[in-house]
Each structure stands twice: as C-alpha cells, then as structure tokens.
C-alpha cells in the first residue's frame, strides 16, 4: 500500500470508530487496533489528534468533490436535481457509517477546522441545491426551496444514521420525492 492509500486507510478505520463511539472513542490506541497494526503507524502519518481529525475533513471534502464531478454528467436539470439529493442521502451502509461519523465530529466544532469544514459543507449543500433549483423554479421560490429540500436532507439523515432499521433507502427516496412535489417543480418527471 503507498502512502497515499495508508492515509484514506487510516482515515477510514477512524471515521469508522466515529462512527461507532464518537469523538472520545477515537485515540491513536484505538486507531491502530481498528488497523490491526501498531500505533508508530498511525503516528508516522499523524502525530496526534487534531492532525488526524484535520486530515479526516480534508479526505471528507475530496471525496465529496469527486463525487459531485460524477453527479453534473449527464439527465437534463430535473434528473441532476434527484441525482444530486440522493447523493446527500445515506442510502447504503457505508453511507449511513460515513454520515455517523460526520455527525459524530459536531461535537468537535469548538476545533477552528472541524467548524470550518461544516459551515463550508452547509454552505456548498446549499450552493448545490440553489444551482440545480435555477431553471425549474423562479428564483424568487429558490431560497425558499432550497430551506425545504436541505431540511428535508438533513432530517433523513439524522433519522437513518439513528435507526437505520426503520429508514431504508426506499422510504429515504419517498420523503424526498414528496419534498420535490412539495416545491410544485410541475415539470419533474416522478
């Protein structure tokens, strides 16, 4: 594995344990037992907490950016649009770690960075659903839409990573779909 790879490796195995047990769960012992290695591996990437949790919002936003480059190919705007809010969705298990993991950095945000990355995520969500929004709704209705359709997202999320049990991927999209129709985007194709 080069280094690279060893970094996502290790910042996964940590988001993993966010997920698991939150922010107080995650030290460099519990790091490298989750990578059934010593904690000198751990340390040689990252020499202590704040380093880690800063490089786990810098992998966050880089898998983020790549995955928003797939979503814009491709469907015209109604299409991007329902691609775009299932993509905010935590509709498989590694979705639903992923978010509980992100969840479990909130109580972080007194860290300059963690604080950042999340008013730059709520911002950029926002952004996202305004630009998809602009050739189907007057732009009067868009901050408004973009209120129901980001609330909408978050709740879901909440709710799945909460009880993952109760909110499949299914029911995740039927709230959505009723959000969208909500909005009276007339030309959206269900």
Not at 132 to 159: M, Y
């Amino acid at each position: 594995m080069d280094s690279a790879e060893r970094r996502i490796a290790i910042t996964s195995a940590a988001v993993r344990i966010l997920a698991r047990g939150g922010s107080s769960a995650l030290t460099l012992r519990s790091l490298a037992e989750e990578l059934d290695g010593s904690i000198t591996l751990v340390t040689h990437f990252f020499s202590n907490r704040n380093d880690l949790f800063a490089a786990i919002v810098d992998d966050m936003v880089a898998s983020y950016d790549a995955e928003l480059a797939e979503l814009e190919r491709g469907d015209d705007a109604p299409g991007r649009l329902r691609r775009l809010l299932q993509w905010m969705l935590p509709l498989t298990a590694e979705d639903i770690e992923r978010e509980a993991g992100r969840i479990a950095l909130i109580s972080m945000r007194d860290d300059a960075n963690i604080d950042h990355f999340f008013v730059a995520n709520e911002r950029r969500a926002r952004e996202l659903l305004a630009s998809h929004l602009e050739t189907l709704l007057p732009q009067a209705k868009i901050p408004h839409a973009v209120d129901v359709l980001r609330s909408a997202v978050n709740g879901i999320v909440l709710s799945t990573v909460e009880h993952p049990d109760i909110w499949s991927p299914r029911r995740q999209l039927d709230v959505i779909e009723t959000a969208i129709q909500s909005l009276e985007i007339s030309h959206v194709p269900a």
